[in-house]
């Protein structure tokens, strides 16, 4: 068990829907990571926070959203979802974020989303 | 796109057998780190390597960091059937964002 826990654990919509994937980080840590891992796209990075500021943004549509709240959970909104947005979609997190204080990442169990 | 690429895509060894992994990257790094994956489950963290080392040990793994060819190996010794998972290398980039890029993976099967 990472520390890291992600709600729900499975998710079935329509296209066309909008969801929101909850995460709660390591007891601790500040900063959040939201990862898509898909058949034909690997692991993905999407986004990241720290301590309720967004850091980095990787490959994330702009129908997707995220922020961090101050008790440091993290939700990810996808809206208007399409087929292709079927995917496992992880939540990370770790100590730190800046400079060389680089740290591992701890993953949660994932949210797998389903599409129809 | 994935800035890793792993080799071989698949590996199939006997208990007992050593079973080896190699990641190859693009750009210059901080750290690379690997993970393990189950079936479509979570992402369990297995060891880190910074960019000024070369190898680490952490029980049965062995990792190797080769920045001049921008590769790194895993090791695994004596496997069990319980290191039946997928494996992942990720690297993060000296840019000051920790985000993880990650390889394709390595499928492993060890059989009884």
């Known amino acids: 068990d990472s520390g890291v826990t992600q709600t729900p654990k499975h998710l079935i919509t329509a296209t066309g829907q909008r969801v929101t994937l909850r995460c709660s980080p390591r007891?601790?840590?500040?900063?959040v990571y939201w990862y898509q891992q898909s058949l034909d796209q690997g692991l993905q990075f999407l986004i990241q926070y720290y301590n309720g500021e967004e850091r980095a943004k990787g490959n994330i549509l702009e129908r997707f959203s995220a922020q961090q709240f101050p008790d440091l959970h993290s939700e990810l909104n996808l809206s208007s979802l399409e087929l292709g947005d079927s995917a496992l979609y992880f939540c990370?997190?770790?100590?730190?974020?800046?400079?060389?204080?680089?740290?591992?990442?701890?993953f949660g169990p994932g949210t797998r989303l389903t599409v129809l | 796109s994935q800035q890793g690429e792993e080799d071989p895509q698949a590996l199939s060894i006997q208990e007992g057998e050593n079973a080896t992994m190699n990641c190859s990257y693009k750009?210059?790094?901080?750290?690379l780190q690997w993970y393990r994956q189950n079936s479509g489950r979570g992402l369990v963290h297995l060891i880190l390597i910074r960019s000024n080392e070369r190898e680490k040990h952490s029980g049965r793994l062995r990792v190797t960091l080769d920045t001049s060819k921008k590769s790194s190996s895993l090791l695994i010794t004596a496997s069990r059937a319980a290191d039946t998972a997928s494996y992942f290398c990720?690297?993060?980039?000296?840019?000051?964002?920790?985000?993880?890029?990650f390889g394709t993976g390595t499928r492993l099967l060890v059989s009884p």
């Open positions: 750009t210059s790094i901080n750290n």
């Open positions: 990370a997190s770790s100590v730190g974020t800046s400079g060389s204080s680089y740290n591992e990442q701890f």
């Open positions: 007891s601790g840590d500040l900063s």
């Open positions: 990720a690297t993060a980039a000296n840019t000051g964002f920790q985000k993880l890029v």
